[in-house]
C-alpha cells in the first residue's frame, strides 16, 4: 500500500517537470511528510491539457454521506478497479496522477515496523496513478478527492512491502489523465510494477507522526541502496 508520501519540491520546478499548462489553486507547499486527509497537488487532464490542482487524500465517493469514509480509502488495487462500485465508473473519467516525489513503507520485523523512504535515484519526481471524484456535503461544500493505485511490488522492493504504487513514465501519464482520448482498457495497460530503478533506505520513526515534518523524516539511518533492474 502508500500510506505516507512527500512532495518536497517547489511549484516551479513540479510545472516545468511535468509540463502543466494550468495550475487550479493556491496554498501549496512542499512537505516531507503527507498523510492521509491531507491536500497535496494532483494531475488532471482537460481537453489537451495538464492540469494541476490540490486535492485531499482518501476518496469520498459522491454517494457517501460522510467524508469520514475517505481515510479508508486512501488506495485502490489495481487488479479489482472495475469490479469495484466505488471505483468502476471513475477508471472511465476520473483517472488522475498524484505528483510525488517519494514515499514510504513499513516493513515488518519481530521487534516492529522499520519505515523505508522509496524514491528516484535522481530526485525525479514519481507521478503515481489514481482516480478523483467531487464530494458534495450535505451544506453544499465541495471536496475534491483523490485515491493512490497500487499494484505488485518491483523485485527491488518486494521485500519490504507486498504492494506498491503505480508509478506511471512521462508517456503513461498522458494515456492515463487523457480520458476522451484513451478507453480504460489502454489506460489500465500501464497499472504495472515501476520498472526503472529506486534508491530506498531506512529512516527514522520519527516520520510515523503526521505533524512531524522536516527533511529529518527522510534523514537515512543508514547508507542508501540502488539497484539496476535493467
Same mark, same amino acid.
Given at each position: 500500500?502508500?500510506?505516507?508520501?512527500?512532495?518536497?519540491?517547489?511549484?516551479?520546478?513540479?510545472?516545468?517537470?511535468?509540463a502543466?499548462?494550468?495550475?487550479?489553486?493556491?496554498?501549496?507547499e &512542499? +512537505?516531507?511528510?503527507?498523510a492521509?486527509? #491531507?491536500?497535496?497537488? $494532483?494531475? =488532471?487532464?482537460?481537453?489537451?491539457?495538464?492540469?494541476? %490542482?490540490?486535492?485531499?487524500?482518501?476518496l469520498?465517493?459522491?454517494?457517501?454521506?460522510?467524508e469520514?469514509?475517505?481515510?479508508?480509502?486512501?488506495?485502490?488495487?489495481?487488479?479489482?478497479?472495475?469490479?469495484? &462500485? +466505488?471505483f468502476?465508473?471513475?477508471?472511465? #473519467?476520473?483517472?488522475? $496522477?498524484? =505528483?510525488?516525489?517519494?514515499?514510504?513503507?513499513?516493513? %515488518?520485523?519481530?521487534?516492529?515496523?522499520?519505515?523505508?523512504?522509496?524514491?528516484?535515484?535522481?530526485?525525479?519526481?514519481?507521478p503515481?496513478?489514481?482516480?478523483?471524484?467531487?464530494?458534495?456535503?450535505?451544506?453544499?461544500?465541495m471536496?475534491?478527492?483523490?485515491?493512490?493505485?497500487?499494484?505488485?511490488?518491483q523485485?527491488?522492493?518486494?521485500?519490504?512491502?507486498?504492494?506498491?504504487?503505480?508509478?506511471l513514465?512521462?508517456?503513461?501519464?498522458d494515456?492515463?489523465?487523457?480520458?476522451?482520448?484513451?478507453?480504460?482498457?489502454?489506460?489500465?495497460?500501464?497499472?504495472?510494477?515501476?520498472?526503472?530503478?529506486?534508491?530506498?533506505?531506512?529512516?527514522?520513526?520519527?516520520?510515523?507522526?503526521?505533524?512531524?515534518?522536516?527533511?529529518?523524516?527522510?534523514?537515512?539511518?543508514?547508507?542508501?541502496?540502488?539497484?539496476?533492474l535493467?
Amino acid at each position: 500500500m502508500c500510506g505516507r508520501k512527500t512532495l518536497t519540491r517547489d511549484l516551479q520546478s513540479i510545472i516545468e517537470e511535468l509540463a502543466i499548462d494550468e495550475y487550479l489553486d493556491d496554498g501549496f507547499e &512542499p +512537505s516531507y511528510n503527507i498523510a492521509p486527509t #491531507q491536500f497535496s497537488p $494532483v494531475l =488532471i487532464g482537460k481537453d489537451d491539457s495538464r492540469v494541476l %490542482k490540490r486535492m485531499k487524500w482518501g476518496l469520498i465517493p459522491s454517494w457517501s454521506k460522510d467524508e469520514a469514509i475517505g481515510s479508508k480509502m486512501i488506495n485502490a488495487r489495481s487488479e479489482s478497479l472495475l469490479e469495484k &462500485p +466505488s471505483f468502476q465508473n471513475l477508471v472511465h #473519467q476520473h483517472r488522475c $496522477v498524484v =505528483i510525488t516525489d517519494g514515499y514510504f513503507e513499513w516493513k %515488518k520485523g519481530n521487534e516492529g515496523s522499520q519505515p523505508f523512504y522509496i524514491s528516484h535515484p535522481k530526485k525525479k519526481l514519481l507521478p503515481m496513478a489514481g482516480l478523483w471524484t467531487t464530494w458534495e456535503s450535505s451544506s453544499s461544500r465541495m471536496i475534491s478527492s483523490y485515491t493512490v493505485i497500487t499494484t505488485i511490488p518491483q523485485k527491488a522492493i518486494a521485500h519490504i512491502h507486498n504492494r506498491m504504487p503505480v508509478i506511471l513514465n512521462p508517456i503513461a501519464i498522458d494515456e492515463w489523465i487523457q480520458c476522451e482520448k484513451n478507453t480504460p482498457d489502454i489506460a489500465m495497460a500501464n497499472l504495472v510494477p515501476y520498472p526503472g530503478n529506486l534508491s530506498f533506505y531506512p529512516v527514522s520513526t520519527f516520520m510515523n507522526s503526521p505533524k512531524n515534518n522536516s527533511k529529518e523524516c527522510i534523514r537515512s539511518t543508514q547508507d542508501s541502496k540502488t539497484l539496476d533492474l535493467f
